[in-house]
T-cell receptor, first 111, second 115 residues
Framework: GEDVEQSLFLSVREGDSSVINCTYT??????LYWYKQEPGAGLQLLTY?????DMKQDQRLTVLLNKKDKHLSLRIADTQTGDSAIYFC???????????FGTGTRLQVFP | GAGVSQSPSNKVTEKGKDVELRCDPI?????LYWYRQSLGQGLEFLIY????????KSGLPSDRFSAERTGGSVSTLTIQRTQQEDSAVYLC?????????????FGPGTRLTVL
């Protein structure tokens, strides 16, 4: 079945890079997404990557996809306190349109 | 432009009562999704609409849950005879429905508390 896993917590110092990891099981995934959820807010789409790509960069964000290992990562360069939030990865299956979400990684940035 | 809106933002109800949650998608988006986020959990898919039809209802947890969409726009999620385990944040998302990445844009959610 479909399963998406993430580590629950990550703590980094302001100015350092953060790397949030995600693994998934569905080999039919077409697109993979990263969403950010700040306290009391909805989900904000950060970026996505098509499954035939291995890297996508968007300003401070870099997404790496290892399709063989079914591993996705989100790197945030020069992490700021405003980056503190929960980050969800999600995968979309070729045959359906629903997103399967991981449990989210809570990123805490300290000064 | 306007994003996805949901109402109410908070709903407190007594066990056994029915509740209706509303979602207004982004104008022109043909696809609409409902998800549920329970405390400390990830997001759980409930139902998906393409236009007014629901090709995927696989996530509805019981027959107490139903949803409809009229005019290809507004959707309501109804929970009958609410139970305490229904307490969660109910999130709605919409997407253009045109294929490709078809990214989903989320509303702020409705926080449902069943006492």
């Amino acid at each position: 079945g479909e399963d998406v896993e993430q580590s629950l917590f990550l703590s980094v110092r302001e100015g350092d890079s953060s790397v949030i990891n995600c693994t998934y099981t569905d080999s039919s995934s077409t697109y993979l997404y990263w969403y950010k959820q700040e306290p009391g807010a909805g989900l904000q789409l950060l970026t996505y990557i098509f499954s035939n790509m291995d890297m996508k960069q968007d300003q401070r964000l870099t997404v790496l996809l290892n399709k063989k290992d079914k591993h996705l990562s989100l790197r945030i360069a020069d992490t700021q306190t405003g980056d503190s939030a929960i980050y969800f990865c999600a995968e979309r299956n070729f045959n359906t349109d629903k997103l399967i979400f991981g449990t989210g990684t809570r990123l805490q940035v300290f000064p | 432009g306007a994003g996805v809106s949901q109402s109410p933002s908070n709903k407190v109800t007594e066990k056994g009562k029915d509740v209706e949650l509303r979602c207004d998608p982004i104008s022109g988006h043909t696809a609409l999704y409902w998800y549920r986020q329970s405390l400390g959990q990830g997001l759980e898919f409930l139902i998906y609409f393409q236009g007014n039809s629901a090709p995927d209802k696989s996530g509805l947890p019981s027959d107490r849950f139903s949803a409809e969409r009229t005019g290809g726009s507004v959707s309501t999620l109804t929970i009958q005879r609410t139970q305490q385990e229904d307490s969660a944040v109910y999130l709605c998302a919409s997407s253009p429905g045109l294929g490709g990445a078809d990214t989903q844009y989320f509303g702020p959610g409705t926080r449902l508390t069943v006492l």
